[in-house]
């Protein structure tokens, strides 16, 4: 990941979207301890530069590892930019904070998440199956 002083946020989001697909990175004004969630008001929704939001010129370059753990991506990119990120991930349409899962892996938090994704469109196409056949079977 290459972030200057003309990086966006939302040019950051679409970058790690594109590595994690199931995941969601947010930004705060502030670091964060492990394993704890980001205040909803330290958030950042817009779509500033990196270099205005922290106030100095920016320029690094790492790559995010699909093995690096949630909490040491959030870290390291505290680290490197001095802006607070964290992961989120989808659940019944909501995203959520994964701060009790900052130990897993990104690729293991990525994969979890699709499985989840996976077996609740089965569930959607089997259930109605299911009913029909049971309501079908107390016609008999």
């Known amino acids: 990941m290459r972030i200057n002083n003309l990086s966006t946020l939302q040019n950051i989001r679409n970058e790690f979207h594109n590595k994690f697909p199931y995941l969601k990175i947010e930004f705060y004004r502030h670091d964060h301890d492990a394993k704890h969630s980001s205040p909803k008001a330290d958030q950042i929704s817009g779509n500033e530069k990196i ?19 949630v909490g040491g991506f959030e870290k390291i990119f505290y680290e490197k930019t001095s802006l607070g990120v964290k992961i989120f991930r989808k659940s ?13 892996t990104l690729e293991n938090k990525m994969e979890k998440e699709k499985d989840q994704i996976v077996m609740l469109k089965l569930t959607r196409l089997t259930l109605p199956i ?6 079908r079977w107390y016609d008999c």
């Open 51 to 69: 270099s205005d939001l922290v106030g100095h010129s920016v320029n690094v370059d790492f790559e995010i590892q699909p093995l690096m753990t």
């Open 92 to 104: 019944a349409g909501i995203w959520f904070q994964t701060s009790s899962t900052d130990s897993w």
């Open 130 to 135: 299911l009913m029909w056949n049971k309501l």
